[in-house]
Structure formats: structure tokens, C-alpha cells
């Protein structure tokens, strides 16, 4: 998830760093098993 957003990677706590949508959250959640 970190790679293709170039930012950390988040965990259940919202990092100020980090601003992605819920709905890239979700998707890169449904599709994490894909990536990794």
C-alpha cells in the first residue's frame, strides 16, 4: 500500500501524513492479499 501512494503506510490510526480517502483505504484493503 505504501509503494504506489509513496507515503507510509497506515495503520486503524489516521496519520496526519497520510491523506487517502476512505474509499482508497477500502479498496486497497480488499486488494491487499493481491499486492502482498
Partial sequence: ???W???PTATNS???R???SP???W???QRDDEWF
Fill in 1 to 3: 500500500m505504501a509503494g
Fill in 5 to 7: 501512494l509513496g507515503r
Fill in 14 to 16: 489516521d496519520q496526519p
Fill in 18 to 20: 497520510l491523506r487517502v
Fill in 23 to 25: 474509499e482508497l483505504l
Fill in 27 to 29: 479498496l486497497s484493503r
